[in-house]
Antibody, heavy 121, light 110 residues
């Protein structure tokens, strides 16, 4: 069974960079699928941030693209999210997920439990 | 990319059927078969209920069904149960090879 676990600071200061890591168990990232990040501000809906393939190929939400970097470390079976120049609007629960498709980004199949990141001084 | 359009809320009584719509454009919902539906209970991660417009993952009740007509996809829940009360989100692949979610629909079981 594929399991994902987010980790990283729960509090980030405005203008700094938010960094999260997702550790995958039960499946090797090197075997395929897209691996992504989704966020959900308190009381609001889901927003797709972006996804990465094991080769390092990425797709990003156009509205966040200038601030987002998603990378993969196959040796640790992890992938990571960096979001720069954060503001209070970036406060959200951040989920990592594995996609349904092995060849394209069509929607998450397996989700992590989520981690709340608050942007505040 | 703009979020897909869902009704903010729907409600129904136990045993009834409800349908939640998800409207996009020809560049997302209307152009591809890659529409998914997710159920989210408070404080929990979303759960995949429907993929590829109308397919159910193993373990999902056959009371949940999906369909699509033009630029609008729909999720139908039949035989409504108290445990179905949750938020529901649709998502779609887009022509830019990205993913877009709907704004979400709160289902209340009366």
């Amino acid at each position: 069974q594929v399991q994902l676990q987010e980790s990283g600071p729960g509090l980030v200061k405005p203008s700094e960079t938010l960094s999260l890591t997702c550790t995958v168990s039960g499946y090797s990232i090197s075997s395929g699928y897209y691996w992504g990040w989704i966020r959900q501000p308190p009381g609001k809906g889901l927003e797709w941030i972006g996804s990465v393939f094991h080769s390092g190929s990425t797709y990003y939400n156009p509205s966040l693209k200038s601030r987002v970097t998603i990378s993969v470390d196959t040796s640790k079976n992890q992938f990571s999210l960096k979001l720069s120049s954060v503001t209070a609007a970036d406060t959200a629960v951040y989920y990592c997920a594995r996609d349904q498709s092995i060849i394209m980004v069509v929607g998450p199949r397996y989700w992590g439990q989520g981690t709340l990141v608050t942007v505040s001084s | 990319q703009s979020a897909l359009t869902q009704p903010a809320s729907v409600s129904g009584s136990p045993g009834q059927s409800i349908t939640i719509s998800c409207t996009g454009t020809s560049s997302d919902v209307g152009g591809y078969k890659y529409v998914s539906w997710y159920q989210q209970h408070p404080g929990k991660a979303p759960k995949l209920m429907i993929y590829d417009v109308s397919n159910r993952p193993s373990g999902v009740s056959n009371r949940f069904s999906g369909s699509k007509s033009g630029n609008t996809a729909s999720l139908t829940i039949s035989g409504l149960q108290a445990e179905d009360e949750a938020d529901y989100y649709c998502s779609s692949y887009t022509s830019s090879s990205t993913l877009v979610f709907g704004g979400g629909t709160k289902l209340t079981v009366l």
